[in-house]
Each structure stands twice: as C-alpha cells, then as structure tokens.
T-cell receptor, first 113, second 110 residues
Framework: NAGVTQTPKFQVLKTGQSMTLQCAQD?????MSWYRQDPGMGLRLIHY???????DQGEVPNGYNVSRSTTEDFPLRLLSAAPSQTSVYFC????????????FGQGTRLTVV | LAKTTQPISMDSYEGQEVNITCSHN???????ITWYQQFPSQGPRFIIQ???TKVTNEVASLFIPADRKSSTLSLPRVSLSDTAVYYC???????????FGAGTRLFVKA
C-alpha cells in the first residue's frame, strides 16, 4: 500500500518556467489537498478537492492551478514560477466525513532561481 | 475555526515524559482536537484525536479537561526519535482544510 505518492522529490526551476507537481493516492480517499511549508513555518493550504471534478481555493492559491479528473490524482501546476514559490510542497488525502485522519506525502522540495 | 496556541519549542531528555499543552479558548461544541507529528523532511503524521477526558493509543495520550479550552498531548518516555514538530488542530475535519500553525518544536537530547 503506497499511500500518498508525490513526484518529483526535488526540483529546481528558473523564474518563469512552468511545471506540474504530481500527487497520487491509492486509498480511494475523496478529499485531497495541497500545502506549502516555508522554513520554520506551519503548512499553508493552497488548493483542495472534495472529490473528482471539484476543486476550490485555499489560503494561498495565487500562482497555482489544480484539477481533479480522477479520485486518485491531484496535480498542482505552477503557471510561471517565481522565487517566492520556493518551498516544500505537501499533498494530503483523507477519507470524507467528520474527524477523519489526513495522510501526507513525503513532499516536493522546489527551488526557483 | 478555533484558534490554537501552543509553545513554540520545548526541550527534553531521553526517557522523560513530555507534556505539550494547547490552548483553544474558542472551541465549538462539536469540535474535536487532533494532533499531528512532523519529522524533518517528512509530511505530518496523525498521532491522536479526542473530544473529551482522556484518549490513549500506542504512541501518546491526550488529556482534555471538562471545559475543553485546552488539551495536553503526553508522550511517555521520549527517545531521540521523538524530536519533531507537533501540531494541535481544532475542528471537525481532522485536518482537512485546517490551518497548521507553527506547532511546537520538541527537541529530545541524549
């Protein structure tokens, strides 16, 4: 059981480049979300999804797009990378319902130069 | 969402019991309290969740007083591998769409 898998683990981008961070889960969870974590800080919510075809913005959505065409996959797209997007990105999945447990991926460390 | 307040950092020694207290004065009637643990370079991991009184599992205990305005995560006999950041969350989603604050950075020394 792989859980939540994020790829790549590390990435360096030049300012202005675009890329997609992949997130896949094999637990058939309805809820998925993307967070970013800056050094010494907590996690900030970027986008989330409550099911296939349904996405919504979190706390810091600017500069990012998401889609949820299947239950398993929830890719995060950086449209035009900026140095301010240098961060560690975490994807999480969670069963629908109240007070369920969130499962996080191992993270993608992104550096924008 | 109820705001939480927890210490920024704590130090301990191996073998000691560690108690991390979280304040949540505005907790709603239906809110649960959930704790996550995050090791360096890893995503957070669920530790324990409770509503009132005491909850215990193989990793930790969670103590919640009757007024539920605070909660205490208790880690028995910590080891070096318990060095991590511990997050206290309050709400009904178990973490989904929940703000993870800075947490409490626990450093266990030999």
């Amino acid at each position: 059981n792989a859980g939540v898998t994020q790829t790549p683990k590390f990435q360096v981008l030049k300012t202005g480049q675009s890329m997609t961070l992949q997130c896949a889960q094999d637990m058939n969870h309805e809820y998925m979300s993307w967070y970013r974590q800056d050094p010494g800080m907590g996690l900030r919510l970027i986008h989330y999804s409550v099911g296939a075809g349904i996405t919504d913005q979190g706390e810091v959505p600017n500069g990012y797009n998401v889609s949820r065409s299947t239950t398993e996959d929830f890719p995060l797209r950086l449209l035009s990378a900026a140095p301010s997007q240098t961060s560690v990105y975490f994807c999480a999945s969670q069963p629908a319902g109240l007070n369920t447990e969130a499962f996080f991926g191992q993270g993608t460390r992104l550096t924008v130069v | 969402l109820a705001k939480t307040t927890q210490p920024i950092s704590m130090d301990s020694y191996e073998g000691q019991e560690v108690n991390i207290t979280c304040s949540h004065n505005n907790i709603a009637t239906n809110d649960y309290i959930t704790w996550y643990q995050q090791f360096p370079s890893q995503g957070p991991r669920f530790i324990i969740q409770g509503y009132k009184t005491k909850v215990t599992n193989e990793v930790a205990s969670l103590f919640i007083p009757a007024d539920r305005k605070s909660s205490t995560l208790s880690l028995p006999r910590v080891s070096l591998s318990d060095t991590a950041v511990y997050y206290c969350l309050v709400g009904r989603t178990g973490g989904f769409k929940t703000i993870f604050g800075a947490g409490t950075r626990l450093f266990v020394k030999a």
